[in-house]
C-alpha cells in the first residue's frame, strides 16, 4: 500500500509532518493488529479450547488499542482530516471490529463505547470505493447485489448494483 500511495502520489501527505503522521499509524497498525487477529481473534473466536485466561488477555490489548484509537475524537481520520493508508489499513480490522464482522465480539469487547472509532469506521464504511473493495471476492451473504465472486476488470462491477451512501465518496 505504501509502494502504491508513493508511486501514484496518493493518500499520503507529501509533507514530513503529514507524512510521519500517516506512517506512524501505518506501522501502529502492523505492530497492533496480531494481538487482535492472531491472538484475541485465535483464542475467542477459533481456537477448539476456549482458555479463559488467554481470552481475557488479548481481550484486553484489544480493548487498550481501541482506546488509542478512539483519539479520533481530535481528527476525522487517523492522521488528521486526509484519508490515508493508514485508515486504509487499520480499518478492515478494527473498523469491523466495532462494525460486528470480525469475531462476534462487539458485545463482549463493549466496542459500542468506541464512538470516535465507530464514527470513523461509518465514514470509511461510507466510501464508494470502500463499498466496491468490500464486494470482490466476497461469495456469501443474504444479498447476492453485494456480492462480485470474481473481478477482473471495472466493468465487472457493472453487473452488480453497489449501494452508495449519501455523502460518501471515493
Do not use: C
Amino acid at each position: 500500500m505504501l509502494y502504491l500511495a508513493e508511486k501514484f502520489g496518493a493518500f499520503i501527505p507529501k509533507d514530513i509532518p503529514g507524512r510521519t503522521a500517516v506512517l506512524n499509524w501505518l506501522f501502529w497498525q502492523v505492530g497492533s493488529t496480531p494481538y487482535l487477529g492472531g491472538g484475541f481473534g485465535h483464542f475467542y473466536a477459533y481456537a477448539p479450547i476456549k482458555i479463559e485466561y488467554a481470552i481475557d488477555r488479548f481481550a484486553m490489548e484489544v480493548k487498550r488499542q481501541l482506546d488509542v484509537l478512539d483519539r479520533l475524537a481530535t481528527s476525522e481520520y487517523l492522521a488528521g482530516t486526509d484519508y490515508s493508508v493508514a485508515d486504509m489499513a487499520v480499518f478492515p480490522w478494527y473498523g469491523g471490529l466495532v462494525r460486528g464482522w470480525s469475531f462476534d465480539a462487539v458485545e463482549f469487547l463493549s466496542a459500542r463505547e468506541y464512538k470516535h472509532v465507530i464514527r470513523w469506521a461509518e465514514a470509511i464504511e461510507a466510501r464508494p470505493a470502500v463499498q466496491r473493495g468490500r464486494m470482490v471476492n466476497r461469495p456469501w451473504g443474504d444479498d447476492p447485489s453485494k456480492q462480485l465472486r470474481e473481478r477482473h476488470e471495472a466493468s465487472d462491477f457493472d453487473a452488480v448494483s453497489i449501494p452508495v451512501q449519501p455523502g460518501g465518496t471515493s
